[in-house]
């Protein structure tokens, strides 16, 4: 089974700094897609970016991007130029290409905007 | 715009009591998701339904049962609540396919059993 580890419950930015969240994943299939999602606080959770695995240029999103590197398991996200409304949870997360679109997530890290 | 409507925001229940938890999307969406919350635990697929009538338990069945009936609404049952399902639960649906398309997920359901 797929599993997805966000080793950073908590981070915190400076306002139009650049932050880094950092995710690890644990799969024996080639082929997969990757998701960052954000949580507000207002708690909808919408898609970030995605990035699909038999990609190698890493997937951008205006101030979103990630940096994924598939021999590491590693899927990072970046946001440059941090806004007071990227303060959210941050959920990174794994759907196979097999059986139905399951999402297999990790534990979240709350990203913190400081003025 | 894509709409996935939960029930309730907030909602109380006893322990003991059946519980349930309505979620209707608007998207014509084959594949729906019911996954639980938890601080530290990320989200955690309880059931999915990819069909009317389609069921498949997720990571943590226990406890819930699902009903499909229609192709927009899935409902989230907790035949006999109990404490440790005080928790935050989220409805997502999906179109099908092998696609990069993602889950459109519900506001939550905030439920806490006393």
């Known amino acids: 089974a797929q599993t997805v580890t966000q080793s950073q419950p908590e981070m915190s930015v400076q306002e139009a700094e650049t932050v880094t969240l950092s995710c690890t994943y644990d799969?024996?299939?080639?082929?997969?897609?990757l998701f960052w999602y954000k949580q507000p606080p207002s708690r909808q959770m919408i898609l970030v970016i995605r990035?699909?695995?038999?990609?190698?240029q890493n997937a951008t999103e205006n101030r979103f991007s990630v940096n994924f590197q598939k021999a590491a398991k590693s899927f990072s996200l970046k946001i440059s130029d941090s806004q007071l409304g990227d303060a959210a949870m941050y959920f990174c997360?794994?759907?196979?290409?097999?059986?139905?679109?399951?999402?297999?997530f990790g534990q979240g890290t709350r990203l913190t905007i400081n003025p | 715009d894509v709409k996935v409507t939960q029930s309730s925001r907030y909602l109380v229940k006893r322990t003991g009591e059946k519980v349930f938890l309505e979620c209707v999307q608007d998207m014509d969406h084959e594949n729906m998701f019911w996954y639980r919350q938890d601080p530290g635990l990320g989200l955690r697929l309880i059931y999915f339904s990819y069909d009317v009538k389609m069921k498949e338990k997720g990571d943590i069945p226990e406890g819930y049962s699902v009903s499909r009936e229609k192709k927009e609404r899935f409902s989230l049952i907790l035949e006999s609540a109990s404490t440790n399902q005080t928790s935050m639960y989220l409805c997502?649906?999906?179109?099908?396919?092998?696609?990069?398309?993602?889950?459109?997920f519900g506001d939550g359901t905030r439920l806490s059993i006393l």
């Open positions: 799969t024996s299939e080639s082929d997969y897609y």
């Open positions: 997502a649906s999906s179109s099908p396919g092998n696609s990069n398309q993602p889950q459109h």
């Open positions: 997360a794994y759907r196979s290409l097999q059986g139905a679109q399951k999402l297999v």
């Open positions: 990035q699909e695995a038999y990609k190698q």
